[in-house]
């Protein structure tokens, strides 16, 4: 339960947060949950014990948000909302946090600048949260999709960075007997939003992994969408766009057990030969340019 800074080939070790032993009745009181840098490099922000912000330049870490908790006794503390980082936006100035509760869990918009709190309005039920949200190339607007039904609904929603107004773009209920199924938007340079998609009546294993397709859209999700590459991801985990859109990298599972990380694949939009990038690989971000 440390967070550690190393830098790229390994050297220069440095403990930035000794988080000690988790508390094994409440282990969210001090535990670390996640932690995310800033686009220029300069913060790092983390959960622990609220939303944290770590200044490389100083080494001094300050609080901006405080967890909210109730002793509720014999030992038990109960949280109320908890807070840690999910995503900045490209040009630094929001932060996409979630919010944790005892059960589910929902997404605010942090604006360091200004120490404020944007929580969304609107459509109950939807999965806008725990790194599923993902942010347009000029800040201004959060995509999200859920490719399962479950504790949340399944779908694809837009919000409003600046007022946090979110909207239904394509439904988890079709409406005829079938479900929409949707995973990782992303609103290319070219105008078009690409993302996984699928629509069938809802499989037997509730909750589990749905097969799904490549598709482009306008950026309403609906208007013009179109299947781009005849693949089907029947296994997909988790997965990483180019910033351009050119292609993705998708991670599989090996196996029916497996639900985290998998063999890494670059599949290109315009139907090249997929390229093996690594048997196994999971959590994938972009480093800097």
């Known amino acids: 339960n440390q967070m550690i800074l190393i830098n790229a080939d390994g050297s220069g070790r440095q403990l930035l947060l000794d988080g000690g032993v988790k508390d094994v009745n409440n282990p969210f009181l001090n535990s670390i949950q996640t ?51 999910d995503r900045y936006s490209p040009d630094g100035t929001k932060l996409a946090i979630t919010l944790g509760y005892y059960e589910g869990a929902g997404l605010a918009i942090y604006y360091p600048a200004g120490d404020s709190l944007v929580r969304l309005t609107g459509d109950e039920g939807a999965l806008i949260c725990c790194g599923q949200e993902v942010w347009t190339a000029d800040g201004s607007t959060l995509y999200a999709a859920n490719p399962q039904m479950g504790m949340f609904n399944s779908g694809m929603w837009r919000v409003d960075a600046a007022s946090g107004q979110t909207t239904t773009l394509i439904p988890g209920d079709a409406g005829d007997g079938t479900f929409n199924f949707a995973d990782n938007p992303m609103l290319a340079p070219d105008g078009w939003l ?33 299947v781009v590459l005849p693949d089907v991801f029947d296994k997909m985990n988790e997965s990483l766009w180019s910033p351009d859109a050119s292609f993705v990298i998708v991670v599989s599972a090996t196996n029916d057990q497996m639900y985290q990380g998998g063999q890494a694949e670059i599949v290109h939009l315009d139907g090249s030969p997929r390229v093996t990038l690594a048997p196994f690989a999971r959590d994938l971000k972009w480093g800097p340019p």
């Open 35 to 85: 932690a995310v840098w800033s686009p220029d490099g300069q913060t790092i922000a983390y959960g622990f014990g609220g939303l944290n912000f770590y200044a490389v330049a100083t080494g001094i870490s300050n609080r901006v948000l405080e967890n909210q908790t109730r002793d509720i006794g014999n030992g038990m503390i109960f949280p109320d909302e908890l807070y840690f980082p």
């Open 194 to 226: 690409y993302f996984f998609f699928a629509n069938r009546p809802l499989s037997d294993e509730f909750g589990g992994r749905e097969s799904l397709q490549l598709v482009r859209a306008a950026a309403d999700g609906v208007a013009g969408r179109a």
